[in-house]
């Protein structure tokens, strides 16, 4: 159980261009959807908390018109890298948690997509 | 603030027990989680601990002293897919999770 899935797993795009990102709880509702942000040898830093049917909380320093976060149902959340730079090149994870109810707020995470912009 | 202190790398070898320390000060305490990551993939939940304690999960094994700000995670027979990155998390009074900045483990043989 418990299982995160994220598509795509790879990405390479022009620079200037928009791409989206996907993140689907298979196995169970996710109330609350993170999106995370790693570069190489580098901690997981946290960009946003997706939360169905309201708006994104944001990470100081990120931006949320760059970075378009949408979690329309209890099992997507979607991450849209808008007008994506070669700086944008990075390890996007997202990670799910269970309904509130649940004892441990267990985040599980997806596979990742790994992002390169040319 | 809030902090979090694990140490950055550590070298076992393969067969032999290793300890993590991960020492925290957060605003409030929901619980503690271990997660596992191998280099260039996602995190894995490996444990929680919301109680005093030590719990036991086949190999690894996590630990839990409140008072004390502390756990541990302790892997056992070691093998050489445990390389990786081992990640120490603490859930404050707000239930957002701080994240430690990792252990990396190097097994050698």
């Known amino acids: 159980g418990a299982v995160v899935s994220q598509h795509p797993s790879w990405v390479i795009c022009k620079s200037g261009t928009s791409v989206k990102i996907e993140c689907r709880s298979l196995d169970f509702q996710a109330t609350t959807m993170f999106w995370y942000r790693q570069f190489p040898k580098q901690s997981l830093m946290l960009m946003a908390t997706?939360?169905?049917?309201?708006?994104?909380?944001?990470e100081q320093g990120v931006e949320k018109d760059k970075f378009l976060i949408n979690h329309a149902s209890l099992t997507l959340s979607t991450l849209t890298v808008t007008s994506a730079h070669p700086e944008d090149s990075s390890f996007y994870i997202c990670?799910?948690?269970?309904?509130?109810?649940?004892?441990?707020?267990?985040?599980?995470f997806g596979p990742g997509t790994r992002l390169t912009v040319l | 603030g809030q902090n979090i202190d694990q140490p950055t790398e550590m070298t076992a070898t393969e067969g032999a027990i290793v300890q993590i320390n991960c020492t925290y000060q957060t605003s409030g305490f929901n619980g503690l989680f271990w997660y596992q990551q191998h280099a260039g993939e996602a995190p894995t939940f490996l444990s929680y601990?919301?109680l005093d304690g030590l719990e036991e999960k086949g190999r690894f094994s996590s630990f839990l002293s409140r008072s004390k700000g502390y756990s541990y995670l302790l892997l056992k027979e070691l093998q050489m897919k445990d390389s990786a990155s081992y990640l120490c998390?603490?859930?404050?009074?707000?239930?957002?999770?701080?994240w430690g900045a990792g252990t990396k483990l190097i097994i050698k043989p």
């Open positions: 998390a603490v859930l404050d009074s707000n239930y957002q999770l701080i």
């Open positions: 601990n919301v």
């Open positions: 997706s939360n169905e049917g309201s708006k994104a909380t944001y």
């Open positions: 990670s799910a948690r269970e309904d509130p109810g649940s004892f441990s707020y267990t985040q599980y």
